[in-house]
């Protein structure tokens, strides 16, 4: 029997629209923007201004703290403004407007597409130069990659967990990585392992990808230390803790993180933007996202430069169909809805879908039926029923009790629910706000 | 009739010892209470409100009786009226505090703030205002969920169907601070009632540069200072394209409303323009170099007369 983690999941429609289409390469925009904060942590600072010369690949905002990430020009042109753009949650955020003219790469940046196997660089120059070039996870969490791989003082990893399962459905970005770029895909593993002292990297892959499956098992034979782990599909396989259970059946404890029981986990996107990084000398400029959609003319993958307007993309695949009631960033289980076409693509882009109006219509909300299907679903063992009554009457030391902390958003019980609950948008509100008492107790 | 009478004497005889021990370990474990924390609460108006900062009036009352010096200590129910009884009871001079009410400081209604999206999750402005920017181009303002009704105890709000913006009624509103704590997007505040009930301020919290406000809202505060140049009182400033008002220093000549060019500032209650100002039973507190100065731009003041009126009576 295939692995899988050990309590709850779902298993929701796959609608892998675009599973067989090659990833295209976007067509550089005439203008791109640029956020200094596409990432989790401190926004950075930029250390251009209105009318300077950039190239692909320069520096235009420098990291400001160690949970921070550098940010590098896309595109080459002439600053246009530094300025309050609106992201895609509506909120103004400083960006870097560029007015795109050519495309000049700075000179030490590798294009060739020739595969470099040899690692010459050591731990700490890995570990700088992921930095340097501004990685983040980009499974969409959007975590600096430079923190995760320095263990703290006292740790040890174990081993190496990438993270190739893309549990939400109707994402493919991943899927084509692996299929495209498989080789790139574990020389960068083997780079992570050597940057984290460890002999053992499992790359988990779900099975309803047996052709990535297939692929990456044959190239492997090539590589020391690298294992793929055929898993069950289910739902939130992707989660770090779901992933540590499936894989090498470790629970990860209570508010600590992976590396308490000597695993870190790396999307399988991260390490190709680190074979890049480490072996091409190229810094996080694009990446790839998926945009779909059941009513979408041309659901594709597309390799696409950080800053690109979102109707660039949706203009690639054919243009939005008349019945679209919702664009979501990112899968239809953890995405959110875009409030603008406006906004540019980030770091943490990993797919748009566009949903028709009749899939995205909410239904009235019931009274809870106490059929305890949110429980039995709940991947980290929570009571969402019960968090949420919590959270609606703010009883905020019963919420802290119960784990709310723990909760990883994916969504499942709400997904579940029978009487259409909101559960994790109240869920959420109360995880803030316990947070924020948490953080103020300190 | 024997088991009768004895069961009778042992049951008494039960209770007598029993009395007896109660009384002296009563004696032994008794605990103090100041009597006055219980005439005060009887004082207190008994809402439980939370609205002095304590946990009910209980709690309130112990903490006057505790205290030194209650002239920082407010019920904002009971006002002034309940104030200057306690302090009679505990033996302490009360200053009159000024009554405060609550102001909702937006005014972008369906008119003036275009929606450009459509929110369809859980109706609460927290979750709404954790998830993104509101349905409008406008970050700062009124959600329009209503979270701020739903908090008041007093039944002094209600959501105005045709602008979608909660309304306050006056005369029910205690200055409890219940609604400024719903709001996540901080735009209602305690103000000061003002004489008659006359007040000015800025209906808006849009911290983003003049352009970008305005094409949000049509009646957006832009930050262009007119206002704070034209306050004879230095009561305005303006911070992060921000306009503010300071009602202890604001004399209520209403200058500022007529400069402002997006008419974010408003008046209340206040009679309308024609009257002149001078006539204002208010104006003893105006100095007479504003008074003056309000009487020559009188003339210019009145063909905005009639759009003053509306926003009172849309704001009431």
Known sequence: MLKTFSIGGIHPAENKLSAESAIQVLPIPQMVSIPISQHIGAPATPIVKKGDEVKVGQLIAKSSGFVSANIHSSVSGTVFKVDEIMDASGFRRTSVIINVEGDEWLEHIDRSEELVKEISASKEEIIKRVGDAGIVGLGGATFPAHVKLSVPPGKTAEVLIINAVECEPYLTSDHRIM??????VLVGTQILMKALEVNKAIIGIENNKPDAIAHLTKLAANYNGIEICPLKTQYPQGGEKQLISATIKREVPSGALPIEVGAVVQNVGTAYAVYEAVQKNKPLIERVATITGKSLKNPSNWMFRIGTPVKDIIEAAGGMPEDTGKIVGGGP??????????VPLTKGSSGLLLLPREETARKATKACIRCGKCVSVCPMGLEPYLLMVCADKKDYERLEKDAVMDCIECGSCSYTCPANRPLLDYIRLGKGKVGQIMRARK | MS?????????????????IILYFVAQKFKVYEDPRIDEVEEALPAANCGGCGYPGCRGFAEALVKADDISNFNCPVGGAAVMSHVGALLGHEIKAADPTVAVVRCNGTCENRPKTNQYDGAASCSIAASLYSGETGCQYGCLGLGECVEACNFDAMYMDEETGLPVIIEDKCVSCGACVKACPNNIIELRKKGPKSRRIFVSCV???????????CNVACIGCRKCEKECPFDAITVENNLAYIDYNKCKLCRKCVVVC?????????????KEKPAANPDAKTVKPVATKAEVQDAPKAEPKANDSKDETSDNK
Do not use: Q, W, Y
């Not at chain 2, 088991?3 to 009395?19: R, S």
């Not at chain 2, 849009?206 to 949000?216: E, I, L, R, S």
């Open chain 1, 179 to 184: 299929l495209e770029k498989g080789d790139e």
């Open chain 1, 333 to 342: 289980m953890m995405g959110k809805a875009l409030s603008s076409i406006d």
């Open chain 2, 3 to 19: 088991i009768i009478a004895i069961t009778i004497l042992a049951l008494c005889a039960i209770g007598v010892t029993a009395a």
């Open chain 2, 206 to 216: 849009n911290k983003d540069k003049g352009a970008v406000a305005k094409k949000a």
């Open chain 2, 261 to 273: 060019p997006t008419n974010a500032i408003h008046e209340l209650n206040f009679p309308p323009r």
